[in-house]
């Protein structure tokens, strides 16, 4: 199977103005494609973090994806804020977003597990 890029997933999307809060991006799952792909890229590019995803009992509005350290502290604000940037950005920006502060400094070797 040929690996997708997170471009080629976004393609022609501009996603939904989605926020990052305390508990992380929450919306009705039909709104959360990009983010849930999205802050896949920014644990990896972050370095050890956890991505915690809610869904099946919750309300559909309570539906949603967090980046937690790996003490399972809430990611730190600025990192929250570029998260929520990511997310967000129509794929034609996403590049140049990622492309930024903190992102390029903190660009190393990464590994992302997918458990299902």
């Known amino acids: 199977k040929r690996r997708r890029r997170a471009e080629e997933d976004d393609e022609d999307e501009t996603p939904p103005p989605l926020r990052y809060g305390t508990a992380g991006f929450r919306a009705d799952a ?3 494609g990009t983010a849930m792909r999205r802050v896949g890229i920014v644990a ?5 973090t956890g991505v915690m995803v809610t ?3 919750n309300p559909v509005a309570d539906n949603g994806c ?3 350290d790996p003490s399972g502290e809430m990611l ?3 990192w929250e804020t ?3 940037r990511v997310a ?3 794929a034609s920006r ?3 977003v990622l492309s930024e502060e903190p992102f390029c400094s903190a660009a190393k070797p990464s590994v992302v597990i997918v458990g299902r």
Not at 44 to 48: D, I, N, S, T
């Open 55 to 57: 869904a099946s009992h």
């Open 76 to 78: 730190e604000a600025a």
């Open 94 to 96: 996403l590049r140049d």
């Open 44 to 48: 990896a590019l972050r370095g050890p």
């Open 82 to 84: 570029l998260a929520e």
């Open 30 to 32: 039909s709104l959360l």
């Open 88 to 90: 967000t950005a129509p």
């Open 66 to 68: 967090k980046i937690v």
